[in-house]
Each structure stands twice: as structure tokens, then as C-alpha cells.
């Protein structure tokens, strides 16, 4: 069965950068077999938040879509031969503290969506 499996979480200074990975295991095909996918982020409390998708038929930049409070701040990578996607995070803020969810979904599917066909286990931001 498919699964997602985030890292690269942790605790940094505000101003600070990380690169969160999202590594696809289960499918012959990998993450070339999904055709959205994203990172979301929850704080306890609050809803789980759409950040920013990717849509891998094309790839291409104008596939991406962040959410307002990211862009140009973060940027989605998909690479298919590691089978992995990842979320490069600069110039972080205290509100980007979160857990972190990567997700995909055979089909396509909006950042507003909240059912996707699979996620990961999360991995924790905390910006201080």
C-alpha cells in the first residue's frame, strides 16, 4: 500500500530555512503515479491548512499554487526519480510553527480540498 513518509522538521530561529522532505513508497510507479501533490500544516486547534500543490502531469511552474500567506517564501519541488517531494521553507516566522503533512492524490484535486488519498504522519515545524 501506498506510503508517505515526511522528515526534515525541526526547531529554528526565526529567519531560519529548512527543506522538508516526502518520500513515496508502495507504488511501482512512485510519485509519478499521483497527479496533485501537496504539503498542508495544522496547529493545535486550528484546521488543517492547504500551503501550497503541485500537479505532476505537467510539472511545471505554472502547476504550483501556493497559499497567499507563503508565497515567495516557500517553494514545492517534486523530484519523481527519488520519488520524493519537498518544501523548501526561508525567512520562517513564528506562525509557520506547525505540524507539516504532505499528501497526494491519484486524481486532481484543489489545495482546498481536504480528502486526499494519502498522507503522511506529519513532521513538526517550531519556529521561535
Known amino acids: 500500500h501506498v506510503q508517505l513518509v515526511e522528515s526534515g522538521g525541526g526547531s529554528v530561529p526565526a529567519g531560519g530555512s529548512l527543506t522538508l522532505s516526502c518520500v513515496v513508497s508502495?507504488?511501482?510507479?512512485?510519485?509519478?503515479?499521483?497527479?496533485?501533490m501537496a504539503w498542508f500544516r495544522q496547529t493545535p486547534g486550528k484546521k488543517r491548512e492547504g500551503v501550497v500543490v503541485?500537479?505532476?502531469?505537467?510539472?511545471?511552474?505554472?502547476?504550483?499554487y501556493y497559499a497567499d500567506s507563503v508565497k515567495g517564501q516557500f517553494t514545492i519541488s517534486l523530484d519523481n526519480a527519488e520519488n520524493t517531494l519537498y518544501l523548501r521553507m526561508n525567512d520562517l516566522k513564528s506562525v509557520d510553527t506547525a505540524m507539516y503533512y504532505c499528501?497526494?492524490?491519484?486524481?486532481?484535486?484543489?489545495?482546498?480540498?481536504?480528502?486526499?488519498?494519502?498522507w503522511g504522519q506529519g513532521t513538526q515545524v517550531t519556529v521561535s
Open positions: 499528501a497526494a492524490d491519484r486524481g486532481w484535486i484543489a489545495l482546498s480540498h481536504d480528502v486526499w488519498d494519502y
Open positions: 508502495g507504488d511501482t510507479s512512485g510519485s509519478a503515479s499521483m497527479e496533485s
Open positions: 503541485v500537479y505532476t502531469s505537467t510539472n511545471s511552474r505554472e502547476s504550483e
